[in-house]
């Protein structure tokens, strides 16, 4: 039924996922997996994928050859395209970044995000690692959700065989839409879905309400100088750092952009997640370069927590919306799954 004339249309009910490998390229991550190729992958994940959700993609851009001394990438133009087109389009409920990886942070300033300022339904992102930036500009507007949880190729590479790994995936796109609609998933096997479990190692810190916002340090470092840093600077919000494979004196570079642009300085506490090079816990290094750029006129709240980084079990971070915050001595539990 077309509706009476001069009626306008109701607008569509969103159900696209799409799906994005604008990082890492999908390929090896599909060997992992025990699949054959990238169109197996995707073939597997639409198979998992409840209607009437559908996925939608640029097979072009999945199947993409990383080239590491050439530029990494050749298709800035195409993936800035693909994405941008993601955002306009009223029908994308979510959008998925299959893996975080490199050479995405150079299209940031090319994406436009002007579409969410119009949108009367919620538009997720998903992603973590290189994708931290787009999970926070997204979860900076009205009608953004960013949940900075794993890429599920994340999965390929924590957990073994091969079978067990396709079964994680296959959940993943099986309790999306659950994850989606708000609801904590009862039924889940391989996932995590429970609330940060950390530690207070200083400052104080009461039960309540805080929003986070946060995520990859090194990837956060390179934009704060940006225009686009703004929308997700921490003015009275808990910072979430989380990062691998950089070492102390890398860590300590980081830390003093965050300290130069004034992030330290407005965040109203602070949550280090994992951070580990190769098998080394830089967790501690970190908490002990803190001390060197941190104010000192205020004993800033850290929170210490294994959940939340490259780490396996992952806990999903509802980002810039109300976490619900319980401490009892120096335990705390963060719930910041905005999941019911």
Known sequence: MKGEPGMPRKAPEPNRIHLIGHGNPIGPDATRFGLEDVPTYVEFAERHLPAPLRLTYDMDLLTVVEEPWEAGRHDDAERIKDINAALRDRRTLAIVAAAGGAYFSRILPHLDFSPLTRRQSPLWMLGFSEMSTIVNLVASYRWGRGL????????????????????????????????????????????????????????????????????????????????????????????????????????????????LAGWLEAAAGLIIGDFHMLNNDTQPAVLKLLEFHLPRKRKVPIVTTRSVGHVWPMSPMLLNRPAEVSVSGSDVVIDATGLR
């Not at 309400?209 to 090194?218: K, T």
């Not at 100088?225 to 004196?249: N, V």
């Open 148 to 259: 900075y949880w794993l890429g599920p190729n994340w999965l390929s590479s924590r957990l073994r065989p091969a079978e067990a790994a396709r079964a994680a995936l296959g959940e993943f796109w099986r309790l999306l839409p659950e994850v989606l609609s708000g609801r904590r998933p009862t039924d889940a096997y391989h996932l995590s879905f429970e609330p940060v479990q950390g530690e207070l190692v200083a400052g104080r810190l009461k039960s309540g309400s805080i929003r986070v916002v946060g995520g990859c340090l090194a990837v956060l470092a390179a934009t704060v100088g940006s225009p686009l840093a703004r929308r997700y600077r921490p003015m009275r919000k808990w910072l979430m750092l989380e990062d691998l494979k950089e070492s102390p004196y890398r860590i300590d570079r980081h830390l003093a952009a965050l300290k």
